[in-house]
């Protein structure tokens, strides 16, 4: 079983298409969300070619209630938490996800993989200025900070910043996936973290 990790395709699925000729039938994929643009839904017939595992992003939140109606009806899609017992069955792992502007108090004791939209602060989370290219040294989620240190799950993903980025943090491997699939891929094949291009990371 392999899981292929993604953040913010926005709409763009062209590399997601083109990786699933080189994956198992069996691989699913979990996204950090902003899945599609809020202004631009997916069309009637559009399906996802794996099962598809996702948290809400800003525009899953923006789209609001109609957008997230649309998305429920897209073959092979599935809100995460709506389908954790799905997802160790399938995986062997314990998932639980944080929508975008969501502030759990508390996470399952038994989560092995955390899935956010936003990433936690001081971790993996340096940004980009959208006006200028000058690197902003934190741009996470305290209260998802907060978590990672109290619950420390064995591998935590984000995405919304659109920079890739990996860092420990205790026990927690933090991973800020890049959007719409670009470069590095990221997959988690038994117990094992494989970035493309880079060495593989046990966690």
């Known amino acids: 079983m392999k ?3 993604s953040a ?3 709409g763009n699925f062209s590399r997601l298409f083109q990786l699933v000729p080189t994956l198992d039938e069996e691989t699913i994929c979990i996204s950090c969300g902003d899945n599609f643009d809020y202004h631009q839904p997916p069309d009637d017939d559009f399906t996802f070619p794996l099962r598809f595992f996702s948290v809400k992003g800003n525009k899953e939140i923006w789209g609001g209630r109609n957008l997230e109606q649309t998305l429920e009806k897209v073959p092979n899609f599935f809100w ?3 389908h954790l017992n799905l997802l160790l069955e399938l995986t062997g792992l314990n998932f639980f996800g944080i929508d975008h502007m969501h502030e759990p ?4 004791d ?3 993989v955390l899935v956010s939209h936003r990433p936690a602060f001081g971790v993996a989370d340096k940004c980009r200025n ?3 290219y000058k690197m902003f040294d934190h741009c996470g989620s305290k209260a998802v900070r907060t978590l990672i240190d109290i619950y420390t799950p064995r591998l935590f993903i984000a995405g919304h910043i659109h920079h890739f980025q990996t ?3 205790n026990k927690t491997l933090a991973i800020t996936l ?3 699939l670009s470069s590095p891929t990221v997959i988690i094949e038994k117990n094992t973290v494989k970035i493309e291009n880079m060495r593989e990371i046990p966690f």
């Open 178 to 180: 890049p959007p719409s």
């Open 105 to 108: 108090r508390q996470i399952p």
């Open 80 to 82: 995460m938490n709506d």
């Open 167 to 169: 860092q420990k943090s």
């Open 3 to 5: 899981i292929l990790l």
């Open 110 to 112: 038994t989560t092995d």
């Open 8 to 10: 913010d395709f926005e």
């Open 130 to 132: 959208p006006r200028s």
